[in-house]
């Protein structure tokens, strides 16, 4: 990157050429260094070279009355009478990048004047000489490092309007001002490449939104944030993993908060933003907009105007989660071209590697995040090779015994909800992972059978997460499960692809799935794989019924894919998302059905029409 000069204005994209470098040159005009500088020009360098040079050097010698003159220029607000011009900071600055050696702690005063001074909203001269001083500064002195990077990055977020407006200087637009950072720290990284890790990395973190702030300050931090990966590119995976991070800790603020809401409130924003129509909820309540206000600290007394306060800090911190993901959406899909491809670039392979990643990390162990998983189950559906990997991966961890039982529940939730719900997903790779699934459930049992002592979720808590997972994806993916061919008369018979009968063995097995498994995935299970006969499940959901048989546990009814709620980055996924289809004749089919409590509204249910999230 070309380093600017004195005479040189910063061409900042949509910004004017300075006026200063539009004047005619003076015709007894000075060469020096390859510029042409006025006589005029060239003394009044001298001036101010001289000055800042018999001040440091009366510092150094005890004498600080010209050193805190210097210094006072760049702490005056412009706003006073007494301020300089810019174009007197931009000739002191020059002079002082010409003595930057000299500034050591003795002068850390004045440094730290100049880090902290307004330089953004001013001119495009006066900006130039002052990247150029941080430059030589951090070059000649390492230690400035972190205070220089943690003042540019504190740019990154909310601005207040005296940031872009100046007394006497032209309003700068948001987009100038984030340029001007942005060449700053791309000309200090330049000079200085070990900053990076160094000292920008932690500023970045560090300076990083907290969860509560306002959706604008996240929005402007992220779209900066994902600036710097253009031109550090070191950083990239480090970047977008913390970025994950903080993006799923604002989404499961929502649920957190969302469980401290009086239940009818609770109930009624919940369905509202997993897209449910209110007029299912219990007295049909309307939750109204209110104006922006800090909640109460609550007490026994039911307030009212507390909860109201509440509902509307939940909405803000969705639409807070939805622009930042639909952030994230974007900058992803600049890494995968078009909506499927067979044979993925290079770039999209390492973008898909990263996304699993930060999954294992950060997504898989998080309990109960909403949407923040959605970007692997979009990217996922980008090639046949991620949806086999992604599945492989997940597959691996539910059947891993050695693992932690919740991490295994947790896995086996996904690979139920991915295998589900997604579009892309080739069909034959959909009978792959369910007979990967039926062949593990058949081995579980025949080795572990004499073990059981009758339903235990404690104990065969994995075990029962992936017997969920299979009837879960059957509900949804039966068409897929069914195999066609002609027979010798030309007649076309559909069967199950192999490996399904399995499930026979499973379900009437010492472990009793079918009375720890989730009501709402049993009971939808049980009547179409009955409609569509398949299996015929109601006389176990009877026996367990009439004996009063008692398992140790409920297993839960979490499926993270479940309908994506937000509103403006939904559109990344409605392309790639299978709807809930019914079964044709399903409605119409009364037999043995009566026995088995039926409620659509459960939370939990199949059914997209209710809440799906447990």
Partial sequence: MPTPTENDSIRIKGEKRSPELESPVNKKAKITNGKTISPKTHSTNLIFRKFVNNALTEKAAGNAINFNVLRKKFTTHPSEESAPSSHELQMTLSALTQNVSRLNGSCSTLVLAIIKCQWVARSGLFVGAYVRFLGNLVSAHPNYMGIVTEMLVGYFGFLPNHTTRLP???????????????????????????????????????????????????????????????????????????????????????????????????????????????????????????????????????????????????????????????????????????????????????????????????????????????????????????????????????????????????????????????????????RAVVRLICRWLGAFVDERSLECRGPDVSRWGGFYSVCQAVMYIFCFRWRDLKEEEEDEFGIVEGRWTSGLEVLAKVITSRFNPLKVCSPAVVENFAKIASHLQFLFCFTILDQNKRTGLVGDGELESYFPFDPYGLKKSKKWIEDCYIEWQPVEGLDDDEDSSDDVDNDSDEPGSINDDTDNSG
């Fill in 168 to 430: 006497g200087h032209q309003p700068v637009s948001r987009s100038v001002i984030d340029d001007r950072i942005h060449y700053a720290l791309q000309f200090i990284l330049d000079l200085v490449p070990t900053a990076a890790f160094s000292t920008l990395f932690p500023a970045l973190v560090a300076e990083f939104p907290h969860k509560s702030e306002k959706k604008q300050a996240h929005k402007n931090y992220m779209r900066n944030l994902l600036r710097v990966v253009e031109y550090a590119p070191a950083l990239r995976n480090k970047l977008l993993a913390m970025l994950t991070d903080r993006v799923i800790k604002v989404d499961v603020e929502i649920q957190v908060d969302l469980d401290e809401l009086e239940e009818d409130e609770g109930e009624a924003l919940e369905a509202e933003l997993t897209g449910n129509m209110l007029e299912n909820i219990k007295d049909n309540t309307v939750i109204e907009k209110d104006d922006d206000t800090d909640g109460g600290d609550g007490g026994e007394e039911y307030d009212e105007d507390s909860d109201s306060d509440a509902v509307q800090n939940i909405k803000e911190t969705v639409d807070k989660l939805d622009a930042m993901l639909e952030i994230l959406f974007d900058h992803y899909s600049k890494s995968f071209p078009g909506k499927y491809t067979e044979d993925p670039s290079m770039d999209s392979i390492n973008t898909f590697e990263l996304l699993l990643r930060s999954f294992d990390t950060t997504v898989l162990p998080t309990y109960r995040s909403r949407y923040t998983q959605f970007l692997l189950f979009w990217a996922s559906q980008r090639s046949p090779r991620f949806s086999d990997q992604f599945c492989v991966s997940i597959l691996e961890k539910a059947f891993d015994n050695s693992r932690p039982q919740v991490t295994r529940q947790a896995a086996a939730a996904y690979i139920a909800s991915f295998v589900a719900r997604a579009k892309f997903m080739p069909q034959k790779d959909v």
